[in-house]
């Protein structure tokens, strides 16, 4: 069992940044591969971002590219997403997530097993 925490989101105008963090418990967090996913209210989860277990590859959506950071601490066990430029499109519930392992596929969302409970990204003036 792995225990993720989301946390960072709140209200900011565009143009703006946030970071979001993301807590790890339970199994060793370095033996996993792990992303972030996205859902805007009316829509379906997105692929945001991937990093793999050593954070020596990061995979972006084209939508954020440019834009947002992921990163990991594993030391830490805690993941991040650094945005920045914000746009009011961004809106939505940000999830981190754990990648089963022997996959590669990393946008798509059934290939991640443990999710947190989300944390709430609003950009507007």
């Known amino acids: 069992q792995v225990r993720l925490v989301e946390s960072g989101g709140g209200l900011v105008q565009p143009g703006g940044s946030l970071r979001l963090s993301c807590a790890a418990s339970?199994?060793?967090?370095?033996?996993?591969?792990m992303g972030w996913f996205r859902q805007a209210p009316g829509k379906e989860r997105e692929f945001v971002a991937a990093?793999?277990?050593?954070?020596?590859?990061?995979y972006y959506a084209d939508s954020v590219k440019g834009r947002f950071t992921i990163s990991r601490d594993n030391a830490k066990n805690t993941l991040y997403l650094q945005m920045n430029s914000l746009k009011p499109e961004d809106t939505a519930d940000y999830y981190c997530?754990?990648?089963?392992?022997?996959?590669?596929?990393?946008?798509?969302?059934?290939?991640?097993?443990?999710w947190g409970q989300g944390t709430q990204v609003t950009v507007s003036s």
């Open positions: 997530a754990v990648r089963i392992p022997g996959y590669t596929d990393y946008e798509n969302l059934i290939r991640y097993n443990y």
């Open positions: 339970g199994r060793t967090f370095s033996v996993y591969a």
């Open positions: 990093i793999s277990r050593t954070g020596s590859s990061t």
